[in-house]
Nanobody, 130 residues
Framework: QVQLVESGGGLVQAGGSLRLSCAASGRTFSSYAVGWFRQAPGKEREFVAA????????YYADSVKGRFTISRDNAKNTVYLQMNSLKPEDTAVYYC???????????????????????WGQGTQVTVSS
């Protein structure tokens, strides 16, 4: 079992930065790929970024590529999402998620598949003002 808690959301002006954190419980957290997803009002939850269990591979949605960076510190059981050059369209609730089965996600395509993530946090609000 993995439990996830997000933090770091808030209100920021366009062009600003935020760093989200996803703290996990569970001694085997380092075996799980972790993804960040977001959901804006009236829209479906969409993929943002993901990182494999080892931290060696990352994958990003085209909309955030070059602006967001995902990283992990397995010693601290924490995954981060550094968000730079924020835009009003980045406004959403951001969720972190861990894959349902350890080390199942092995391809870039799979890293973006929401259905492969079985553990979810409660979300943190990010609001970008224009």
């Amino acid at each position: 079992q993995v439990q996830l808690v997000e933090s770091g959301g808030g209100l920021v002006q366009a062009g600003g930065s935020l760093r989200l954190s996803c703290a996990a419980s569970g001694r085997t957290f380092s075996s799980y790929a972790v993804g960040w997803f977001r959901q804006a009002p009236g829209k479906e939850r969409e993929f943002v970024a993901a990182i494999r269990w080892s931290g060696g591979s990352t994958y990003y949605a085209d909309s955030v590529k070059g602006r967001f960076t995902i990283s992990r510190d397995n010693a601290k059981n924490t995954v981060y999402l550094q968000m730079n050059s924020l835009k009003p369209e980045d406004t959403a609730v951001y969720y972190c998620a861990a894959e349902s089965t350890p080390r199942r996600i092995t391809t870039a395509q799979a890293m973006g598949q929401k259905s492969l993530y079985g553990y979810w946090g409660q979300g943190t609000q990010v609001t970008v003002s224009s």
